[in-house]
């Protein structure tokens, strides 16, 4: 017979997950700038709004909200096709800033040296 508390922890582990899917933040509307990784080369800018992206200044396109990121458009900002949403604080995120970090896959695991090389971008405030 199996301890009673291990069918405890895995129903509470279940209802943390369901809460954090039901509570995931979006990005926040504005201008964001992306930098590469160790050295924080500029990559682009676009603007966020509406459910569109703007990239570099050209005309916007229609993005897919995800639970905790963005379905980017293709050819948006190749070859990344999602954007992943870390609010200020947030674990693999800046301890003081909105972070989107770009990934081909929605799925990447984040955590290794893959995950440090991906590209970030930071909202701005011009």
């Known amino acids: 017979?199996?301890?009673?508390?291990?069918?405890?922890?895995?129903?509470?582990l279940l209802l943390l997950l369901?809460?954090?899917?039901?509570?995931?933040?979006?990005?926040?509307e504005g201008r964001w700038r992306c930098y590469q990784p160790p050295d924080y080369l500029v990559l682009a800018w676009f603007d966020l709004g509406g459910g569109q992206i703007a990239v570099n200044g050209n005309p916007p396109l229609a993005v897919v909200p995800g639970?905790?990121?963005l379905g980017l458009p293709a050819g948006a900002?190749?070859?990344?096709?999602?954007a992943l949403y870390l609010a200020p604080g947030s674990?693999?995120?800046d301890a003081e800033r909105h972070?989107?970090?770009l990934a081909t896959r929605a799925d990447v695991p984040r955590r290794g040296r893959a995950w440090e090389r991906l590209p970030r971008c930071y909202l701005t405030t011009h």
């Open 18 to 28: 369901l809460t954090e899917a039901a509570f995931a933040q979006s990005p926040p």
């Open 77 to 82: 900002l190749p070859p990344w096709r999602h």
């Open 99 to 101: 972070t989107l970090v």
């Open 1 to 12: 017979m199996k301890p009673p508390y291990r069918r405890h922890r895995l129903l509470a």
């Open 67 to 69: 639970e905790v990121g």
């Open 91 to 93: 674990a693999q995120g």
